[in-house]
C-alpha cells in the first residue's frame, strides 16, 4: 500500500488521526502527556506546516495547536512526497515492459519501504491515536502498492493509482478523497498515460488480467468523484456508494490497495491479496451526510 495513500504516505497521513482521538483532552494534570511534550514530538512535522492551509477552526489550547499543526504538516508531506528518495538506488527488477496489446490490462505491485522511512512523522507520545499508529507501523515493516496499467485501441499505455492529492498533474485527476475525520483532502484518483512509475522499487508483480478496459475510467471516476456538499439531496444512505462526497476516507487499512480491488471486483475479478497489499481485503465506506436514509431518492 504505498499510499502512494500513497491514500497511503502511510505514515506521513497516519498523525492526521490525532484531533478525531481527542488528543487535546487528555489533561497533563490526569497523567496524560502535557502540552510542551506534545510540541517537542510535533516540531519536526510543524516544519512542514506551512505548506497547507491552517484548519478551518484553529483550536485554543497549545496541546490541540500542535496536533493541528502536525496534522496540517502530515498532510503536506503525504501530498507532495514520493515513495522513494529522491535519488533512489533502482532496482533491476523495477522496470515495467512496455510491449502490450490494445486491450492487455496488468496489476501491478510495488514494493515500498515508504512507512519506515517516514516514522518520524508519528510522534512516540503515549497516548492515542499515536500508540496504536506505531504498533500498526511495528506490525507492518513491509508493505506494497498497487495499480492497474492497461493499453487503449491505438496501443497506448495507461494507468490508475491512489496517490497524494498533489503527486501527479491535476489534469488526470479524476476524483479525491479525504484523511478520516479532518476535513483535510490528501489524495487524489488518477489516471494517466503511460505505465505505472515504480520509482526505483522492486515490482513484485505485474500479470496480466482479464477484464474491460474501457470502464475502469468510469469506475475509477465513481470512486472519488467529488462534486456536493453534505446535506444536499442524495448525499445520504449507508456508504456503500459514492452520493458525490469524495472517496472512502483514507486510512492505514482503506488505501490504494483498497482502490484496486473496488475495481477489480467491481468488474467480476475476484483476485487474492498480492504480497504485502495491506488493505486489499477491505470493503470501503464512502462518505454521506448524517441525515443517513433522508435524502436517499
Not at 179 to 188: C, K, P, Q, S
Request: glycine residues 10%; charged residues 25%; hydrophobic residues 40%.
Amino acid at each position: 500500500m504505498k499510499f502512494r495513500a500513497r491514500i497511503p504516505m502511510i505514515a506521513a497521513a497516519l498523525v492526521l488521526g490525532c484531533p478525531a482521538w481527542g488528543l487535546a483532552a487528555t489533561p497533563a494534570a490526569e497523567g496524560g502527556t502535557s502540552a510542551g511534550q506534545v510540541a517537542e514530538q510535533a516540531r519536526p512535522a510543524m516544519a512542514l506546516a506551512e505548506k497547507v492551509p491552517p484548519p478551518a477552526k484553529p483550536a485554543g489550547d497549545l496541546k490541540t495547536s500542535a496536533a493541528n499543526a502536525a496534522a496540517a504538516a502530515a498532510a503536506a508531506a503525504l501530498n507532495s512526497a514520493k515513495r522513494t528518495p529522491e535519488a533512489p538506488k533502482v532496482n533491476p527488477n523495477s522496470v515495467l515492459a512496455l510491449d502490450g496489446k490494445p486491450g492487455e490490462v496488468r496489476l501491478v505491485v510495488m514494493q515500498t519501504d515508504v512507512i519506515q522511512r517516514s516514522r518520524w512523522i508519528v510522534p512516540k507520545v503515549p497516548i492515542p491515536p499515536f500508540i496504536f499508529w506505531n504498533k500498526w507501523l511495528d506490525e507492518h515493516p513491509f508493505v506494497s502498492h498497487t495499480a492497474l496499467d492497461w493499453v487503449n485501441e491505438k496501443g497506448e499505455w495507461w494507468h490508475t493509482e491512489l496517490r497524494g492529492m498533489y503527486q501527479m498533474e491535476e489534469k488526470y485527476r479524476v476524483g479525491q478523497g479525504e484523511f478520516r475525520a479532518t476535513g483535510t483532502t490528501i489524495y487524489g484518483i488518477f489516471v494517466a498515460p503511460g505505465r505505472t512509475d515504480t520509482e526505483g522499487q522492486a515490482v513484485l508483480l505485474d500479470e496480466k488480467i482479464t477484464l474491460d478496459w474501457h470502464k475502469v475510467v468510469e469506475i475509477a471516476t465513481e470512486y472519488g468523484r467529488k462534486d456536493k456538499r453534505p446535506g444536499d439531496p442524495g448525499t445520504g444512505g449507508r456508504g456503500k456508494r459514492n452520493v458525490g462526497l469524495g472517496g472512502p476516507a483514507w486510512r492505514p487499512s482503506c488505501n490504494s490497495n483498497t482502490y484496486i480491488n473496488y475495481i477489480l471486483k467491481k468488474l467480476g475479478v475476484e483476485h487474492p491479496m498480492p504480497e504485502g497489499a495491506v488493505g486489499w481485503d477491505r470493503t470501503p465506506t464512502f462518505p454521506y451526510s448524517s441525515d443517513a436514509d433522508a435524502n436517499e431518492r
